[in-house]
């Protein structure tokens, strides 16, 4: 039998770090229960001891997930690491991932510690982690830029603590493949222990590497664990793609000859409710999942996949989730298929009556548009904008008018902390007015980074589904929202952001 790679994913942790995707509790449940549909191995669901909504988020994850091992992240030391294990009381299956950094720029200018000092707080973390679980996961920060003398003295003194996990992160995304791969190998020779300790590989994707990085890090390395993210999500440029990852060891079976417990049918619903979830939009062209991943477009090659579709297809779309039958319901579909869709799509609702306001909203799209695609059940159960009942803002409705040679005028009506609001204001376009008039009433001053319209299934008949990224008092949010009309999803969004700005406690940053 082939050994088997675990899937560590931590889209919910160093994805969830990258400025403007931050997640509310309710959203980390949703995504880790869309992973353990995909039969990830390892859900390192956030960093209990960062802030109380985190430590809140891995709790839920904790207790909702049965098949997949929950993960939160512990700075080496004994505070982070017993609010780990406590948030991580529900699980079936717990891991604690605890690190500090071992290069000498990390430990010399961040940490302002002697070598020696970091080497006993490493040591007496895994002690103390493996006093409250039995899974310990160790990453000596920035550890490949350590010095490989001082990284091996480290490795083996927490594998000899007790650490069944070390995971050697390339934290800046420096590494080149070759490279990477053979440091790894380098350090599973040289320590004497390394046998007893499952290895991993953590890339980032700073030189468009960390996917290569990785697979180098398993093939020559030796690694059995890749650390990786749905969409690459994660900071600067991001982490190792899951699905790339994935998928890379699945069709290249014959060279990497390793097992994947993951159930492949699923990456795509994962990569649309995180990219919705997050309003960080999927390029077009992003392998295996993009929308141009399996389309052909050359006339040649179209007939050569009409003749033989391995011709050009080195993978088949329906095994990552692609469906060939887009349109799923409309006007006339009923409850049960519509939840039935929703189970399909990997989307969960809590309750009878969150599955009968999902559909209420369903039917009022129906109304207004005539087909219904997989996107845009998706797009209408993660519009924050709707559960008004739980957010400051909500969304009522809206006018507007605009004429070539007039300045556009628009009126929203909203609710705000319950009570109804009508705010009017001018501006360059709709969308403008729409914005502006929210924000004199709200006054929340903060400034906006990004605004981007993406329609949701490609024609001008689809939902325009709008990401808008504020920024206030150094908080980086994003607020999604969509509507058959892009004048109504942009005031959605804005809503949507404005609840998440005022909601959200700070946090401790990982690599801070
Ligand atoms: O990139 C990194 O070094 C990390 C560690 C906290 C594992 O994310
Ligand atoms: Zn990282």
Same mark, same amino acid.
């Given at each position: 039998?082939?050994?088997?790679?675990?899937?560590?994913?931590?889209?919910?942790?160093?994805?969830?770090?990258?400025?403007?995707?931050?997640?509310?509790?309710?959203?980390?449940?949703?995504?880790?229960?869309?992973?353990?549909?995909?039969?990830?191995?390892?859900?390192?669901?956030?960093?209990?001891?960062?802030?109380?909504?985190?430590?809140?988020?891995?709790?839920?994850?904790?207790?909702?997930?049965?098949?997949?091992?929950?993960?939160?992240?512990?700075?080496?030391?004994?505070?982070?690491?017993?609010?780990?294990?406590?948030?991580?009381?529900?699980?079936?299956?717990?891991?604690?991932?605890?690190?500090?950094?071992?290069?000498?720029?990390?430990?010399?200018?961040?940490?302002?510690?002697?070598?020696?000092?970091?080497?006993?707080?490493?040591?007496?973390?895994?002690?103390?982690?493996?006093?409250?679980?039995?899974?310990?996961?160790?990453?000596?920060?920035? &550890?490949?830029?350590?010095?490989?003398?001082?990284?091996?003295?480290?490795?083996?003194?927490?594998?000899?603590?007790?650490?069944?996990?070390?995971?050697?992160?390339?934290?800046? &995304?420096?590494?080149?493949?070759?490279?990477?791969?053979?440091?790894?190998?380098?350090?599973?020779?040289?320590?004497?222990?390394?046998?007893?300790?499952?290895?991993?590989?953590?890339?980032?994707?700073?030189?468009?590497?960390?996917?290569?990085?990785?697979?180098?890090?398993?093939?020559? #390395?030796?690694?059995?664990?890749?650390?990786?993210?749905?969409?690459?999500?994660?900071?600067?440029?991001?982490?190792?793609?899951?699905?790339?990852?994935? /998928?890379?060891?699945?069709?290249?079976?014959?060279?990497?000859?390793?097992?994947?417990?993951?159930?492949?049918?699923?990456?795509?619903?994962?990569?649309?409710?995180?990219?919705?979830?997050?309003?960080?939009?999927?390029?077009?062209?992003?392998?295996?999942?993009?929308?141009?991943?399996?389309?052909?477009?050359? #006339?040649?090659?179209?007939?050569?996949?009409?003749?033989?579709?391995?011709?050009?297809?080195? /993978?088949?779309?329906?095994?990552?989730?692609?469906?060939?039958?887009?349109?799923?319901?409309?006007?006339?579909?009923?409850?049960?298929?519509?939840?039935?869709?929703?189970?399909?799509? !990997?989307?969960?609702?809590?309750?009878?009556?969150?599955?009968?306001?999902?559909?209420?909203?369903?039917?009022?799209?129906?109304?207004?548009?005539?087909?219904?695609?997989?996107?845009?059940?998706?797009?209408?159960?993660?519009?924050?904008?709707?559960?008004?009942?739980?957010?400051?803002?909500?969304?009522?409705?809206?006018?507007?008018?605009?004429?070539? !040679?007039?300045?556009?005028?628009?009126?929203?009506?909203?609710?705000?902390?319950?009570?109804?609001?009508?705010?009017?204001?001018?501006?360059?376009?709709?969308?403008?007015?729409?914005?502006?008039?929210?924000?004199?009433?709200?006054?929340? !001053?903060?400034?906006?980074?990004?605004?981007?319209?993406?329609?949701?299934?490609?024609?001008?008949?689809?939902?325009?589904?709008?990401?808008?990224?504020?920024?206030?008092?150094?908080?980086?949010?994003? #607020?999604? #929202?969509?509507?058959?009309?892009?004048?109504?999803?942009?005031?959605?969004?804005?809503?949507?952001?404005?609840?998440?700005?005022?909601?959200?406690?700070?946090?401790?940053?990982?690599?801070?």
């Amino acid at each position: 039998m082939a050994d088997k790679l675990i899937i560590f994913d931590t889209t919910l942790r160093d994805g969830e770090q990258s400025p403007g995707a931050s997640m509310t509790r309710d959203e980390k449940v949703r995504i880790a229960r869309q992973l353990e549909r995909l039969k990830v191995d390892v859900i390192e669901a956030g960093f209990a001891a960062s802030s109380n909504g985190d430590f809140e988020a891995v709790q839920w994850v904790a207790n909702t997930i049965k098949d997949s091992t929950v993960c939160s992240l512990a700075r080496a030391n004994d505070r982070d690491i017993a609010r780990a294990a406590e948030a991580l009381k529900g699980a079936q299956s717990a891991r604690i991932h605890t690190f500090i950094a071992t290069s000498a720029l990390h430990m010399e200018k961040k940490l302002r510690m002697t070598p020696d000092q970091v080497f006993e707080q490493a040591k007496q973390s895994v002690r103390f982690a493996r006093n409250l679980v039995a899974d310990v996961e160790f990453s000596p920060e920035d &550890g490949y830029r350590s010095d490989p003398d001082f990284l091996c003295r480290v490795l083996e003194a927490v594998i000899a603590e007790g650490a069944t996990t070390i995971n050697v992160p390339d934290t800046v &995304g420096y590494a080149v493949p070759e490279l990477y791969g053979n440091f790894i190998k380098s350090l599973r020779e040289r320590i004497p222990n390394s046998g007893k300790a499952i290895w991993s590989v953590h890339c980032h994707n700073d030189l468009g590497m960390a996917v290569a990085n990785s697979l180098a890090g398993v093939k020559i #390395g030796g690694a059995r664990q890749v650390e990786c993210t749905i969409n690459g999500l994660g900071e600067r440029a991001g982490n190792c793609s899951l699905e790339e990852v994935v /998928m890379a060891v699945k069709t290249r079976r014959d060279y990497f000859g390793l097992d994947l417990g993951i159930d492949t049918r699923h990456i795509l619903a994962a990569s649309r409710m995180v990219s919705q979830t997050t309003g960080f939009v999927v390029q077009p062209n992003k392998a295996v999942v993009g929308a141009n991943a399996f389309a052909h477009a050359s #006339g040649i090659h179209q007939d050569g996949v009409l003749k033989a579709r391995d011709t050009y297809e080195i /993978m088949r779309a329906e095994d990552v989730g692609w469906s060939a039958n887009k349109i799923v319901l409309g006007k006339l579909s009923g409850r049960n298929a519509f939840k039935q869709r929703l189970q399909e799509l !990997g989307v969960q609702l809590e309750s009878e009556s969150e599955i009968n306001a999902a559909f209420a909203r369903f039917k009022e799209l129906a109304d207004r548009k005539a087909e219904i695609f997989d996107e845009d059940i998706l797009a209408l159960v993660s519009d924050e904008s709707v559960s008004q009942d739980k957010e400051l803002y909500g969304f009522v409705s809206l006018s507007q008018h605009s004429e070539t !040679g007039e300045r556009p005028h628009a009126a929203v009506v909203f609710t705000s902390a319950g009570q109804e609001v009508k705010s009017e204001s001018d501006g360059n376009g709709p969308v403008d007015a729409s914005l502006k008039a929210i924000e004199a009433h709200v006054q929340s !001053g903060a400034e906006m980074v990004l605004y981007s319209v993406n329609a949701i299934s490609g024609s001008t008949e689809s939902q325009g589904e709008v990401t808008v990224r504020l920024q206030n008092s150094g908080r980086v949010v994003n #607020g999604t #929202g969509s509507d058959p009309d892009i004048v109504v999803a942009s005031a959605k969004a804005y809503l949507s952001a404005l609840n998440k700005l005022q909601s959200k406690a700070d946090r401790v940053a990982a690599q801070g």
